[in-house]
């Protein structure tokens, strides 16, 4: 069997990239079957909780593509969340903050990673 931590990954990737498609109806779609599967697996944590209810804020609040104000309000929303507990992957935590920098900053991620790169080059 194939690791569930892994397949619990792939699956935030996936909203992501729903998201950045406009795909609101399969993000919210996902975005249960997303929480199931964790629970259900019992690799619902720390990270994946705050992911998911920073998502869940984003598609909540109309999932509007480039509103500054709705993603710093995700942003929080994550940051609370996961300072509230020790433990998540630090390498996890610093992607997702990235995207979602990206969207308050209005960069592409790649352009985010790049005035970044010293910090990513540090963690490996």
């Known amino acids: 069997e194939y690791r569930v931590d892994l397949q619990g990954l792939c699956r935030i990737l996936r909203l992501m990239v729903y998201f950045e498609q406009i795909n609101f109806m399969a993000c919210e779609s996902d975005l249960q079957n ?3 599967f ?3 697996n019992d690799v619902y944590h720390l990270y994946e909780r705050s992911v998911l209810r920073s998502f ?3 598609l909540q609040n ?3 593509y480039s509103n500054h104000d709705l993603f710093v309000r995700a942003l929080e929303i994550f940051d609370q969340e996961i300072g509230q507990e020790p433990g998540a992957n ?3 935590i610093l992607y997702y903050r990235l995207w979602l920098t ?3 900053n209005n960069q592409t991620l790649a352009e985010l990673r790049q005035e970044k790169s010293g910090i990513l080059n540090h963690m490996n």
């Open 34 to 36: 997303e929480q199931r």
């Open 62 to 64: 109309g999932g509007v």
């Open 102 to 104: 990206s969207k308050i």
């Open 56 to 58: 869940r804020y984003l």
């Open 90 to 92: 630090d390498r996890d």
């Open 38 to 40: 964790l629970e259900r």
